[in-house]
């Protein structure tokens, strides 16, 4: 039987929903500050998106365009102004910053209270005991499809494929949190087939197109693909060969329409949790 298709972009939709309800009950509108330094394409176009989907949940979003040559002083008192600043509650940095601004100097700089992006070594530690509140948006967005989609994972058998600090170790924290059994997988890994044909819920974030085969994948269990890797044809693929997966999982992300819509929704909760916080 095919699985059943998880929708990220219904899942981020209500999650943009009940953002723009609990925005509309505070005082005054929760502020986010995007920092843009230089001009990567990619990051322009993010950072728009950004932008629309947060006037539209009524949080007041601005974006800060700083020049490539800014030095990390700069951008540091550009920090420092907006931990500052009463009418920011969130604060995220576009990352790639350019190769000569330390980028762990700049995530350290943030206020951890409006570090949307809980990148912050507080938040970081906070995650991983358990009791953070802004946690980051990509895995943030993984948990709130598995919820969506009604699977238990207490006690489940989960495999996390990566181990990024922005997506595979912050994942394996949550879904531990969660009381899930969790087993984390990297290039060192031996037999990757084998450990994933164990998990119930398999998080694949590797960014190597559709490297998860089909017969990797237990009968039944439930795949979340956070991979985006572009094909030489233009198209975009998952980390999980999709068709192959469909045919055996009980239920699966797809790629686009699954774990990225997901990740700009969750952005705007981090930013209203900050700004429910700050406003206690
Ligand atoms: P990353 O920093 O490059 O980490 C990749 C991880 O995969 C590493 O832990 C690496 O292992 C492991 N890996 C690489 N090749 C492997 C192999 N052949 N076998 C087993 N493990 C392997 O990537 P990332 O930032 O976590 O991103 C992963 C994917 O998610 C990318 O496609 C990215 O575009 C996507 N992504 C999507 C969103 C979104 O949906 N909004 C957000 C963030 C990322 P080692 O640690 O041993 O090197």
């Known amino acids: 039987m095919p699985a059943r298709l998880i929708d990220g972009r219904a899942a981020a939709a209500a999650l943009r929903a ?11 509108r ?13 990051s322009a176009v993010y950072v728009r ?8 949940a009524g949080i007041a979003a601005r974006t800060l365009r700083l020049p490539a040559a800014t030095d990390e002083a700069a951008l540091l008192r550009v920090i420092g102004g907006l931990n500052d600043d009463p009418s920011v509650d969130g604060i995220l940095v576009q990352l790639p910053l350019p190769p000569h601004i330390r980028s762990r100097a700049v995530i350290e700089a943030i206020d951890p209270a409006k570090d949307v992006d809980g990148f912050h070594p507080l938040n970081v530690g906070r995650l991983h005991d358990g009791t ?9 967005g993984v948990m709130r499809l598995l919820a969506t989609a009604g699977v238990a994972l207490r006690g489940a058998r989960a495999l996390v494929l990566g181990r990024s600090a922005i997506v595979g170790r912050p994942v ?20 990757l087939a084998a450990e994933c044909r164990r998990a119930e819920v398999l998080v694949a974030a ?66 209203l949790i900050a700004a429910e916080a700050r406003r206690r």
Do not use: Q, Y
């Not at 009381?179 to 990297?186: E, I, K, P, S």
């Open 18 to 28: 009940e953002v723009a309800a609990r925005a509309a009950r505070l005082p005054c």
């Open 30 to 42: 929760p502020g986010l500050a995007v920092v843009l330094v230089g001009e990567d394409p990619a």
């Open 49 to 56: 998106n950004k932008d629309r989907a947060a006037s539209a």
């Open 132 to 140: 953070a509140t802004l946690v980051p948006c990509t895995p943030r």
């Open 172 to 191: 394996a924290a949550l879904l531990t949190s969660a009381d899930a059994t969790v087993t984390v997988a990297h290039s060192r890994t031996r037999d």
């Open 206 to 271: 590797v960014g190597r197109a559709e490297m998860v085969r089909g017969d990797w994948i237990a009968p039944g269990a439930t795949v979340i693909d956070v991979g985006i890797n572009r094909l030489a044809d233009g198209r975009l693929a998952g980390d999980v060969a999709f068709a192959e997966a469909a045919a055996i999982a009980g239920a699966i992300t797809p790629v686009p329409g699954g774990v990225g819509p997901m990740t700009i929704a969750c952005l705007l909760e981090n930013t």
